[in-house]
C-alpha cells in the first residue's frame, strides 16, 4: 500500500471518527467532518468511500453538501440550539467572561456560517 493511500485512510477514518462525535457532543461538528472523510476514503479506499456517502444516517448530508452546499433546516435548528445551549451552560457555571467571549465570537462565527448556508431543497424541486 502507498504511503500516500495510507495516510489518506488514516484521514479518513479519523475524520469518520470525529464526525460520529459529532453526533452526540456539543462544539463537535458532524458535517465537516464527515466531508473530509469522504473526501479521504475517495482517495484511499473505494469501498470505504461508497460505504460513507451510502450510509443511511451519514450519507444524506454529505450528498446534500455536494449536491447543494446545503444543510437542512432542522439541522440548522439543532445546531444552532446546541450552540446556545452550551454557551448559556458556561454563563451559567461561572465560566471566566474571557472564555466566554471567545466562545460566544467563535459560536457565533460558526452559526453564521451554518445559518446562511441554503436550505436542502424539496425533493419534488
Known amino acids: 500500500m502507498m504511503p500516500a493511500r495510507i495516510l489518506w485512510l ?4 479519523l475524520a469518520t471518527g470525529c464526525g460520529i462525535a459529532g453526533v452526540v ?3 463537535v461538528p458532524t458535517t465537516p467532518f464527515l466531508l473530509l472523510a469522504a473526501f479521504a476514503f475517495a ?3 473505494p469501498r470505504l468511500h ?5 450510509h443511511p444516517r451519514l450519507g444524506p ?17 439543532i445546531a444552532a440550539g ?3 445551549a452550551t454557551l448559556a451552560l458556561s454563563v451559567a457555571t461561572g465560566v471566566r467572561s474571557e472564555v466566554i467571549i471567545v466562545q460566544a465570537l467563535v ?3 460558526a ?15
Open 50 to 54: 461508497n460505504w460513507l456517502v451510502n
Open 111 to 125: 452559526a453564521t456560517f451554518v445559518l446562511t448556508r441554503p436550505d436542502v431543497p424539496d425533493a419534488d424541486d
Open 43 to 45: 482517495r484511499s479506499s
Open 61 to 77: 448530508p454529505i450528498a446534500d453538501w455536494q449536491a447543494h452546499g446545503a444543510i437542512s433546516r432542522r439541522t440548522k435548528l
Open 107 to 109: 459560536l457565533g462565527g
Open 10 to 13: 488514516a484521514v479518513g477514518f
Open 82 to 84: 446546541v450552540m446556545i
Open 25 to 27: 457532543l456539543p462544539l
